[in-house]
């Protein structure tokens, strides 16, 4: 049995990731052909939300935003006639790390990085051999718009 360990943080933009690599014929459930681990990596929380919020009520969230995934992406790979286990990425550790963990529970498995890409934003790797994501637009937009401001000034 293959395993894929796939990091999910947008539900909607996994699903177009993960239809493709879904068989067209669904594998018979005694039989399953691949068990997936989806791992929801929670949106970031800033500092000024923990001034105000508990730590055990953004707990709560996190598990809940977890959840609302899982049921989302679950039943799809479900349909196929895959098994599915489910983590929430821990947020004291690294993905890598993470990885690294869950790699040694489960031999052989292949990592997809199914989170979506947020303008301006690097994305944390998910393995030691991934570069990370040099957001290059970000870099262009502050270039053009450096060049709008010297421009106006003279």
Not at 51 to 76: G, M
Not at 84 to 100: C, D, M, P, R, Y
Not at 121 to 128: H, I
């Amino acid at each position: 049995m293959q395993t894929m360990i796939v990091y999910v943080d947008d539900a909607t933009y996994a699903r177009k990731m993960l239809q493709p690599l879904l068989p067209a014929n669904s594998a018979t459930p005694t039989n399953p052909a691949t068990h997936w681990v989806v791992v929801a990596c929670t949106p970031h929380v800033s500092n000024d939300i923990t001034k105000w919020v508990s730590a055990h009520a953004l707990e709560l969230w996190r598990l809940d935003w977890a959840q609302a995934v899982f049921n989302d992406i679950t039943p799809l790979l479900q349909a196929a006639g895959d098994s599915v286990s489910t983590h929430v990425a821990s947020q004291k550790q690294s993905l890598i790390e993470q990885t690294n963990s869950l790699g040694k529970q489960h031999l052989q498995a292949k990592v997809l990085d199914a989170r979506r890409p947020k303008f301006g934003q690097d994305l944390e790797p998910v393995t030691a051999t991934q570069t990370p994501d040099q957001n290059k637009v970000t870099g262009l937009a502050t270039a053009i718009g450096l060049a709008g401001v010297l421009a106006t000034d003279f």
